[in-house]
């Protein structure tokens, strides 16, 4: 619509106006007064017709830019509620990870199912080392992890199984649990994992995850926790119970969350936690690499000990799929907290392609829920938390927690 076309048009009217002025300006007799009348009338037409352009162009040029704003909107239309949702571009520079400048931009990594990559995080002498002296005289490991290698490739299409992910990682200890062998971790990270019947999902995520979390150093368990039976689908309160189970298995002060099916293409989007609570899915692959909305915290994020409790947990009444991610931010600014997000560069993430869950459908009581977070979260939360774990497993590459949290 908006091509040479248009700017064509203009400059042959401006021609075409200008010519009773040139006739003018020659000063002729009679005869030539009809000829100008007649250029005149001309010259109007066509100015006319100009006009008629401009203005049907620029009526196409406004719906345009009317269609790529609805489209915008359209994107978010089954989210909005109270909450302004804009498409926030993430600034690819400026960055709240520290020191991230001091790792050196790599191209990715080869880290893709078929490829043998070996043993990325240890020397087997620092192994022997770890059995006959445990924790003497280690150093504390450096604030950035030298193992680091930056953009990682991922992809989904080769299918990975357990015995293989098992040799790749030989120093995931039973319960997917790791330390470095030559350094004491910075952090002591429990990953917590909302599951049901995901198992495909699952493999790629520890395929990819575990040499990454080793990687950056981490003193780390993943928990897989499992909701029992047919009923709707609860994350919240399921993040809630991976929370209070791996409490009791040691001594962690720091929570990552993360759904099963998103994979960091960067290992520089370090699984920990900072001084305020972290976004970590910050540029995902199904939103085009941004963020969908400012408020946004859904996919990964992690949180200090002192942090959660702060806020009392999450909520345990949102069942089935959306809102509780906007029910936890409503809780963290409610406290006065805001969220810390890696640059949208080391933010980017991938999510495993797949159809909607069964017994997961749209909670049609989301957007209410998340109108009164500031009123019912004293009362809901870890606080108020109840289950029965119906069975705990030790794998070889995570612990698996079977739970019932009900129905609602
Ligand atoms: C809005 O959409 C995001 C992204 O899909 C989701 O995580 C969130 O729970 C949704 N919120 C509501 C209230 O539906």
Redesign the pocket.
Known sequence: MRGPRSAFFPIVCTLFVSCPEVNHGTGMAADSTVRFTLLHRTCKLVVLLCFLHISVTFFFYVRSLDIRFAFVQNQQS??V?TQANRVVDLDFTSETEPKEGETKKAEPAELVPKEETGDESQAPEDEKKKAEEPEKKLEKCPETSPLLVGPLRIEFNTPVNLDQIKQMNPNVQPGGRFRPGDCVALAKVAIIIPFRRRDEHLKFWLFYLHPILQRQQLDYGVYVINQDGEAVFNRAKLLNVGYREALKDYDYECFVFSDVDLIPMDDRNIYRCFSQPRHLSVSMDKFGFRL?YNQ?F?GVSSMSKEQYLKINGFPNNYWGW?????DIFNRLSSRGMSISRPSGDVGKCRMIRHDRDKQNDPNPQ??DR?AHTRDTMHKDGINSLSYNVVKTERLDLFTKITVDVGKP
């Open positions: 089954h989210n509620s969908p946004y859904g959306g809102g509780e991610d906007d989301r957007f998340i």
